[in-house]
């Protein structure tokens, strides 16, 4: 059962693609809903992500067919191997 509450009601909703759940009875009602499952992408950007891995992986795919996005994307990168080195 890991860390729930034995004997405590769950409350399941869905947004966006997410599907969260909450203890329905007071006082554990006051603790906030947690991410349960749902569409990878969305509970990718509901953590708080830019994008999902597949996500990437077609900006990347796209970037070969538009010069444009690949200059911003190469743009892109290289700030993020210029911070990480000075982090």
Same mark, same amino acid.
């Given at each position: 059962?890991?860390?729930? &509450?034995? %004997?405590?009601?769950?409350?399941? $909703? *869905?947004?966006? /693609? ?17 991410? &349960?499952? %749902?569409?990878?992408?969305?509970? $990718? *950007?509901?953590? /708080? ?39």
């Amino acid at each position: 059962m890991g860390s729930l &509450i034995p %004997g405590q009601a769950l409350l399941y $909703e *869905r947004s966006n /693609g997410v599907v969260y759940a909450r203890y329905r009875d007071f006082p554990h009602s006051r603790k906030p809903r947690w991410i &349960i499952g %749902g569409d990878p992408g969305a509970v $990718e *950007r509901a953590q /708080g992500k830019i994008l999902s891995y597949n996500e990437w992986q077609e900006l990347c795919e796209l970037a070969k067919d538009y010069p444009t996005l690949q200059k911003l994307l190469d743009k892109c990168v290289n700030m993020y191997y210029i911070t990480k080195e000075y982090k």
